[in-house]
C-alpha cells in the first residue's frame, strides 16, 4: 500500500497544526469512498483520537463496513471483522488454547479480535454471553482465556454496528457494554446526488481498493498522546458535569449518563478542538458532542416512552437548561 504519510518528525511533542493537518488528510482520504457523510467521519475519527469505540445503528449497506475498512486503510492498521450471530461463541471472538501434540503444551490460536480495528458487525444478534467477550477487550485491551492474559495491539478500535428495524433475533445490549461505546453515530441513506456520485466512482471498481495510507499506526499513537494537552478550563469541565448531571435528574430518565460520558465528553472536546486546529476547548465542543457521546448511556422511563420521549429529545432539553459557563462568547477565541 503506497503511503503518503504526514510528516510529523521525531519530537516529542506535535503542533496543533500538524494534529489538524493529518486529521483533516484522513478525513479526505476517507471521503474518496464515504461520499456525503463528513459529520460522521469526523465523529469516527474524533473516537480513534481518543482511542474511543463506535456503535453505529442503522440500516444495512450504508457503508459501515467500508467506513471502518478505510479508516484502518488510511492509518495503516489491521482490519478484521466479526460477524455476529445467535450461535457465535466467546472463543470465536477471543481465541482458544488448542493442545499442541508434538510441544505437549497448550498454545493459544487468537481470534479475531486480535486486531487494531474490529468490526463487530450486528452485535446485537449474538447471545449475551458472546457480547460479554468484548467487554474486557474494550476496557482494558486484553482478553482472557484459559486463565491467561493476552494483550491486544496498539491502537485498538471497536465499530459495532446494530440494526434499528430487526427485532426478532436480537439481543438488546446491556447498559455495562453500551456505556463502553465512547460515541454512538448514525450513517442514514446518502442524498440522491450522493449516491449518483457512488454509483459513479463503483461502475468499474471499488474505490477502497486503490485507497493510499495516509498516517502510520506510531504516529497516531503520538496523535494520541498529544491530544491530551488541549486546553479544557475548569468552568467548562464543570459545564460537562452539569449536562450529565442534568440527564441523571431529569423526570423522564431511568438512567441516565455515567461518568463515562462526562470522560467521554471531554476526550471528545479535546479531540474536536485539536481537529479543527485549536490548542483550547470551546463551549460549542462539549455542545456539538452531546447526543452522540450520552443519547446511547440514557434508558427513557416507560411513562416518557409512553409519551414519545427520546434521548435525544432530554439531552436537547438538558442543554437548553444548563447554562454556559461565562456567558455568551466567553471562549470564543480564547487562547
Request: glycine share 8%; hydrophobic share 40%.
Amino acid at each position: 500500500m503506497a503511503a503518503s504519510s504526514v510528516q510529523l518528525d521525531d519530537r516529542p511533542t506535535l503542533t496543533i497544526q500538524q494534529i489538524s493537518d493529518g486529521a483533516q488528510r484522513v478525513m479526505a482520504n476517507i471521503e474518496q469512498v464515504i461520499i456525503g457523510k463528513h459529520d460522521p467521519v469526523l465523529l469516527t475519527l474524533i473516537a480513534v483520537l481518543c482511542r474511543g469505540h463506535v456503535l453505529i445503528e442503522d440500516v444495512p449497506g450504508v457503508g459501515k463496513t467500508v467506513l471502518t475498512k478505510a479508516i484502518a486503510r488510511s492509518i495503516g492498521c489491521t482490519f478484521k471483522r466479526i460477524q455476529f450471530t445467535p450461535d457465535l461463541l466467546p472463543s470465536d471472538v477471543t481465541g482458544v488454547s488448542i493442545y499442541n501434540q508434538a510441544t505437549h503444551q497448550f498454545e493459544f490460536q487468537p481470534g479475531p479480535i486480535m486486531s487494531q480495528f474490529v468490526l463487530a458487525d450486528e452485535i446485537n444478534r449474538a447471545t449475551p454471553k458472546a457480547q460479554s467477550a468484548l467487554l474486557e477487550a474494550m476496557e482494558e485491551g486484553q482478553v482472557t482465556v484459559d486463565g491467561i492474559t493476552h494483550p491486544l495491539p496498539i491502537p485498538f478500535l471497536v465499530m459495532a454496528t446494530q440494526n434499528p428495524i430487526e427485532y426478532e433475533g436480537t439481543f438488546p445490549l446491556p447498559e455495562a457494554q453500551l456505556d463502553r461505546f465512547m460515541l454512538s453515530i448514525n450513517l442514514g441513506y446518502p442524498a440522491p446526488a450522493d449516491e449518483v456520485r457512488i454509483l459513479d466512482r463503483q461502475q468499474h471498481s471499488h474505490p477502497i481498493d486503490t485507497l493510499g495510507q495516509i498516517l502510520g499506526a506510531d504516529e497516531l499513537l503520538a496523535i494520541q498522546r498529544q491530544i491530551r494537552e488541549v486546553r479544557l478550563e475548569h468552568e467548562l469541565r464543570e459545564y460537562i458535569v452539569s449536562l450529565v448531571a442534568g440527564t441523571r435528574q431529569h423526570p423522564s430518565v431511568y438512567l441516565g449518563a455515567s461518568p463515562r460520558g462526562s470522560l467521554a465528553l471531554f476526550r471528545g472536546a479535546q479531540a474536536l478542538a485539536a481537529v479543527d486546529g485549536r490548542d483550547y476547548v470551546k463551549p460549542d465542543d462539549v455542545k456539538r458532542l452531546v447526543r452522540p457521546c450520552l443519547a446511547h448511556r440514557i434508558i427513557v422511563a416507560h411513562a416518557g416512552r409512553g409519551r414519545g420521549t427520546t434521548p435525544n429529545m432530554v439531552l436537547d432539553e438538558v442543554v437548553s437548561m444548563v447554562p454556559v459557563p461565562g456567558g455568551p462568547g466567553s471562549f470564543n477565541g480564547r487562547r
